[in-house]
């Protein structure tokens, strides 16, 4: 299957990246961490996130979903449909988030939900960052986005606290950007085409090695490059 994701896990170091039809391995051993099935085989998961002492948070259509690898089910735990949401208005509506990030000093999950009509195959008609409470799930605060814009891959580069939002770190295309929650706005754009990447596809801050790792879709590649260099 497709790489979709790539995460470091808090406590252990370990890297895995994320296949989409529902697998995780080890990315320095290349050992089976988990085998499943995914809600959806039309969109499979489309990102993860370690929330540390194995758990995982993992994204597909219409909702996010936290799993502890020892149990390997997951679980819906946080919804992309915001509170004012009236599918009626649309056509055939669902929400899809291709990203998923999780800060543990401030307790929040973060995603980029974005509406899709027709099934998700049509119109792009909304698009956001999203917070949502680590515990409960329950989201905490909603950003409107252009509704052309569309993160593949997500990371949290300053830590928040309990009453200060993370500044993320969103790639799409080749580009990185920082995503201000306190000002809900995006900052300029990062090129990473002189590190050869074409389709971010994953982004996951390794803190102890200080770098970036990248999940290179479009090359089925884990690039790990460090953050002082990368002017962000």
Known sequence: GAPSGVTVE???????????HGAL???????????????DPRFGFTDV?????????????SD????????????????????WWDPAEMEDPVQLSLAVAHDPESGRLYAQPRTIE???????????????AEEGGEDLTWWGLDPSYAATGMAVLEPGSATAHATLLLGHGDVLQRFDAERGELGPEV?????????????????ERGTLLVLDSARW????LRVSALQL
């Open 10 to 20: 808090p406590d252990s170091g370990r890297r895995l990246v994320l296949l989409e």
């Open 25 to 39: 391995h080890d990315l320095d051993t290349l050992a089976s961490v988990w085998q499943g099935a995914s809600p």
């Open 49 to 61: 996130s370690a929330l540390g002492e194995g758990w995982v948070a993992l994204t597909s259509r």
């Open 64 to 83: 996010g979903f936290v799993m502890h690898l020892d149990a390997g089910t997951p679980s819906p735990h946080f919804c992309y449909e915001p509170g």
């Open 118 to 132: 027709n099934g998700g195959f049509g119109a792009i008609t909304e698009s956001f960052v999203a917070a949502y």
């Open 191 to 207: 090129s990473l085409r002189e590190q050869h990447v074409e389709q971010i596809g994953g982004l996951a801050m390794d803190r």
């Open 221 to 224: 590649l884990v690039l790990k």
